[in-house]
């Protein structure tokens, strides 16, 4: 009987997980759907204010550009690697590497 009543006033950490994870879920379907509504609302503006031309084409340009702009930003902020790190990993995981060959190369 005094399990009982033990378990009942359990410490409320989990409730207060789920709660967590119930309002993360909410916040990331209102995120997901505020940038659908604004991609949607994006191509019947473009449309509207360029009717001769496609709306894909204006797409992929700004798509290619953003991804060449985060391209060039990543390559730039990333440190140098020094070669010979690099060479002493690849020569120190086939050396010791046993299950692709016996023989180290």
Known sequence: ???????????????????????????????????????VRAYYILHKEFPNEPNIDFINKGVFFVVLIKAILRYFSKPPQQPSSVLDFVAHKKTFDHQQSDVPI
């Open 1 to 39: 009987m005094a399990i009982r009543y033990q378990s009942v006033f359990r410490a409320p950490q989990w409730e207060i997980a789920i709660i967590a994870k119930i309002f993360m879920a909410i916040f990331r379907a209102y995120l997901f759907l505020s940038v659908m509504a604004m991609g």
